[in-house]
């Protein structure tokens, strides 16, 4: 497994006492559409069953791929972390997004959101509005790589996110691959502040006008061991300590079987929990 630093491509830092902020594509702002309701959304992820349990963080490793996709189209390979009623809802998402719309290309970048209302009024993308606090000088945040899993190489690359509440400040820290990228604070959310009910992790995907659903992870069926794929899935329970995601507390969806699937693997000493996901996209339906 490869530490995606040795991939980076725009890896240069930041003046000391300065952090990066990503000039994006204007407009972009409320482009979200990250909700199972909303139409032309497609999923294959495992989740947690809702039973009251309280969560404090999630992680994972997840496989790095490229794609091509059309500009009103998006694919990401990520993690949720969410509570709140529907038009009250508290989501923080981070993971690896190809938008065309939003970063003016076709690249896998490392990208991160949040609502803290349903996706009404507040949030965004990145650091495209004020919310997410940078700490680090280096230009993780919509960063892309030079090599990817698929480009046929013995090793798949992982990108390693790991959101958490801290047990003191109550805001909510990000990191990849154990370096602190920066954090929400805990003035951003009411229903977050208490814990995360639901975490969600997988792939999701928004067709474009012509009707047609873009590829999800490397764009195949996850019927081989080089599938896309999200290893050593994990959470931080109530009381802050890091644990395995259980097999009975986990419900997999996937809502276009004919264009998306996912297989799950439950727990291995070599690999964690995980699980196998993906597929060609085409004309899945809204």
């Known amino acids: 497994m490869n530490n995606c630093d040795k991939y980076k491509i725009n890896d240069q830092s930041c003046p000391k006492g300065m952090v990066p902020i990503l000039k ?15 139409p032309g959304q497609h999923f294959a992820t495992i989740e947690n069953i809702l039973d009251g349990t309280i969560y404090r963080g999630a992680e994972a490793y997840i496989s790095f791929h490229n794609l091509t996709l059309q500009n009103n189209q998006y694919s990401k390979s990520q993690i949720w972390l ?7 809802l508290n989501s923080i998402q981070v993971g ?8 003016g290309d076709s690249l896998t970048r490392l990208t991160i959101y949040w609502t803290a209302d349903g996706y009404k009024k507040t949030g965004c993308y990145n650091t495209n509005c004020p919310g997410f606090v ?24 992982y990108v390693q996110p790991k959101i ?29 502040n208490d814990g ?6 997988g792939g999701n995907t928004f067709t474009s006008s012509s009707k ?59 690999t964690g929990v995980h699980f196998y996901y993906g597929g060609p996209g085409g004309n899945c339906g809204i």
């Open 24 to 38: 994006q594509r204007n407009g972009t702002d409320s482009i979200h559409l990250d909700t199972i309701e909303y």
């Open 196 to 201: 995360a009910s639901l975490l969600r992790f």
């Open 96 to 103: 690896l997004a190809v938008h065309p719309k939003l970063y």
């Open 82 to 88: 969410e509570n709140g009623p529907r038009d009250q």
């Open 134 to 157: 940078l700490v680090t000088r280096y230009h993780w945040l919509g960063m892309y790589f030079g090599r990817s899993s698929n480009d046929g190489g013995q090793e798949s690359i």
């Open 164 to 192: 958490f509440q801290d047990g003191f400040t109550g805001n909510w820290a990000l990191k990849v691959h154990d370096e602190l990228i920066g954090y929400w604070p805990k003035e951003l959310f009411t229903h977050l």
């Open 212 to 270: 047609i659903s873009p590829p999800m992870g490397n764009g195949c069926f996850p019927d081989l061991p080089e599938s896309s794929n999200f290893l050593f899935v994990k959470a931080k329970d109530s009381n802050y300590q890091t644990v395995e995601i259980e097999d009975e507390k986990t419900r997999r969806y996937v809502d276009a079987y004919q264009c998306y699937r996912l297989y799950y693997g439950g727990y291995a000493e070599s």
